[in-house]
Structure formats: structure tokens, C-alpha cells
């Protein structure tokens, strides 16, 4: 009852970390990330630069790392359980191992960009992790939403890796500016790969139905 009690607790201070962290974007601030890093200078208020695949490995290791090592103190979930935390896991492997080799020319990531996304990640990997996996973890129905949710967090995950293919791509030539890219959903939004990322972690949230995903 004591971890479910923090469970439940670190779960409302994501939620209200993650609603201030968007009041304050929506006020102005910009992190100098990816499009928005500075082209002749580096702005040191977000902290020394570090190198881009190191940033990636580094920020999203967590959500790999943190459920693995759950599962190592309390066993292998079955069922829905075992499924959704194996597909969660199978992003996290993309993310955190597969991506960072295929970057082309990554810019420089600010160390507090970079050290926000590592707290993001190690939060959300163990909520999602002990939602699915602890001894207390209420077992997911294999029903047709629980179908429906896989269906949409695997369209959402192909489509990531894909529009995330696209943008890796605009490198090859060679320039360092900034490219518009084009083809699938950068047709009709500007942010297609986190579209479907959103669509992914949507579909993750109607399959398991946990408070944990829903946060997520």
C-alpha cells in the first residue's frame, strides 16, 4: 500500500509538472532544441552543450533501463500485462539504442534539455512498468478495447519510426539549416512524428486503462 500510495503520488506530480512545463511554453519559452537550437551560437542559460547521440541515449535509456530492472524484483507479468509493457519496451529499444546510431548529424542538446527528459523517462518508466507489472497491478482484459488500443499504439509506433525516417533523411544533402519535410502527415501537420507518437501512447492508454497511461 505504501508504493501504491507514492505510485499514485508521482503520477499527479508528473501530470503537474508536465501542465506547468506547457503554461510556460505557452507564455514564450523556448528550449534551444532541434529546430530552435541557435545556428551561430549556443545558448549556455539551458547549460553546456552535449553531443546529440549521447543526449538521446542518455535521455531515454530510463524507460528501458527502469522497467527491466522492475521486472527483475517482482517477476513477469502474463496477459494483456505482459504484451503492453513488451511493446512499451520495444519503443524504449527504438528510442534509446536504435535511433541514436541512425543519426546523421545531430546538434549539440543542452544539458538541461536533456537532464528534463531523463527526469520525464525515469518517472514514467517505472509508472508504467509497476502499473503493469507489480504484485499489486490489476491484470489487463484481452477484449476488443484492449484489441483496439494495440491496433492504434502499432499504427501510431510505424508511423513514428517512419516520419522519423523522413526527417533523418533531409540530412543526406549535406546543408545545415533547417528543412520543411515532405510526404505522409508532414503533408497536413508540422510535428508528424509526434503525431503519431501521441496516436501510440493514445492507443497504449485505451488498451491498458491504468491511471498511469492516461497520465502518459
Known amino acids: 500500500m505504501d508504493e501504491q500510495a507514492f505510485h499514485a503520488c508521482l503520477g499527479l506530480c508528473l501530470l503537474g509538472s508536465m501542465c506547468l512545463s506547457f503554461i510556460a511554453l505557452a507564455l514564450g519559452t523556448v528550449a534551444p532544441y532541434g529546430r530552435y537550437s541557435a545556428v551561430k551560437s549556443f545558448d549556455m542559460s539551458w547549460g553546456p552543450p552535449i553531443n546529440g ?8 535509456l530510463p524507460s528501458l533501463v527502469g522497467p527491466l530492472v522492475c521486472l527483475a524484483y517482482s517477476g513477469r507479468p502474463s496477459g494483456g500485462n505482459a504484451l503492453l509493457l513488451a511493446l512499451f519496451l520495444a519503443h524504449y529499444v527504438n528510442r534509446a539504442v536504435v ?16 537532464a528534463a527528459a531523463f527526469g520525464f523517462t525515469t518517472a514514467n518508466g517505472y509508472l508504467q512498468a509497476r502499473a ?35 526527417l533523418r533523411d533531409l540530412r543526406r544533402g549535406g546543408g545545415g539549416g533547417y528543412e520543411i ?6 503533408e497536413y501537420v508540422s510535428g508528424a512524428n509526434f503525431l503519431c507518437e501521441i496516436v501510440e501512447w493514445f492507443g497504449f492508454a485505451v488498451a491498458a486503462r491504468t491511471p498511469a497511461a492516461w497520465v502518459f
Open 132 to 166: 503493469l507489472a507489480a504484485p499489486w497491478a490489476r491484470s489487463v482484459p484481452v477484449d476488443a478495447r484492449f484489441v483496439a488500443g494495440v491496433a492504434l499504439l502499432c499504427a501510431g509506433a510505424a508511423g513514428n519510426v517512419w516520419h522519423d525516417g523522413v
Open 181 to 186: 519535410p515532405r510526404g505522409g502527415l508532414f
Open 99 to 114: 535511433y541514436p546510431l541512425r543519426i546523421r548529424r545531430g546538434k549539440p542538446t543542452p544539458l538541461g534539455v536533456a
Open 53 to 60: 547521440r549521447v543526449a538521446w541515449v542518455v535521455q531515454e
